[in-house]
């Protein structure tokens, strides 16, 4: 496995594989079994597999977790190897945002989102310019990786969205890239792995399982209605303070309009400072959809 950290290197290091079709996963690092899920997946479609690894301030609010996030380059490289990537792509600031902080840096057309250009929803709503951020970085990333395929978990389910949006709105600059969602990875408690999971307690832990429960709960609901007042009282019981515990159209993210439509249901809550997210699809109205792209 080869560690590049300069655009230059990366095209090299791409260029020299035998098959250069690429399957792309982009992380912030701090790697656990759900990104290595994804490598795999990126392992199965295609010759080369690059994994990027960069934490992006631009996707953090102010007072969010940037500087905390957990970096751990050492123990990323050792797994994202034993999960078969290729390339390992470790970029600096400046190799990412050329100019970063001058009005001559990297600019990114951020797509219209799924859920409504005028009422922004959930992760949206509550982390304003987070997807500007996201859709900024992965664009970049995109450009310098040229990837067939690039693989996102469904954790991030709007996120997930967002990214698909983006991709089919840009079909010129990247024609051949194929998004390909890949289903959440749980604990064995059923907490949905994630790398902010190392800031629980064991205390915080037992509680931020009432997420999961919620979810599964959801899943039993005729109505979104009953659903999301089942979730919120399984989430409140356990002192979480909640963003949102919704049910929405699986593909717009819009409030259900009709028990014939694809569902989800989402949930963020924060288990004292450590803020969760996570979803589920749920058999309200039809079968659950899972074609994004
Ligand atoms: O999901 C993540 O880890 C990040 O949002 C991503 C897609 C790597 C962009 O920084």
Same mark, same amino acid.
Request: aromatic share 10%; net charge positive.
């Given at each position: 496995m080869q560690v590049v950290t300069t655009d230059k290197n990366l095209r090299e290091a791409i260029g020299n594989? #035998?098959? #250069?079709s690429c399957g792309f996963v982009p992380t912030m690092g701090a790697l656990h079994e759900g990104h290595l899920a994804l490598i795999r997946r990126a392992v199965e479609l295609a010759g080369t597999v690059v994994v990027s690894i960069f934490v992006n301030p631009t996707q953090f609010g102010p007072g969010e977790d940037f500087q905390k996030y957990p970096r751990t380059l050492e123990a990323d490289l050792l797994a994202a190897e034993q999960a078969g990537a290729d390339i390992v792509f470790t970029p600096d600031l400046q190799t990412m945002?050329?100019?970063?902080?001058?009005?001559?840096g990297v600019t990114v057309d951020t797509p219209p989102?799924?859920?409504?250009a005028t009422e922004p929803a959930l992760e949206d709503y509550h982390r304003p310019g987070h997807f500007a951020g996201v859709c900024q970085v992965v664009a970049r990333l995109f450009d310098l990786v040229m990837p067939r395929f690039a693989v996102f978990g469904e954790k991030d389910y709007q996120q997930l969205l967002v990214l698909s949006a983006m991709v089919r709105a840009n079909d010129t600059r990247w024609p051949h890239l194929q998004v390909i969602a890949h289903p959440t990875l749980r604990d064995d408690d059923g907490l949905a792995m994630s #790398?902010?999971?190392?800031?629980?307690t064991p205390a915080q832990r037992q509680r931020a399982l009432s997420v999961s429960r919620a979810l599964q709960t959801a899943s039993d609901c005729e109505t979104a209605e009953s659903a999301e007042s089942a979730m919120r009282s399984l989430l409140l019981a356990q002192n979480l303070v909640i963003d949102y515990a919704v049910v929405r159209h699986?593909?717009?993210?819009?409030?259900?309009?009709?028990?014939?439509e694809p569902a989800r249901a989402l949930i963020a809550a924060r288990v004292d400072s450590v803020r969760l997210i996570d979803n589920a699809p749920v058999a309200i109205g039809t079968r659950p959809d899972t074609s994004y792209t």
């Open positions: 594989r #035998s098959d #250069s945002y050329p100019g970063y902080g001058t009005p001559t989102l799924p859920a409504t #790398s902010r999971n190392r800031y629980l699986a593909r717009t993210l819009m409030p259900l309009r009709g028990t014939t």
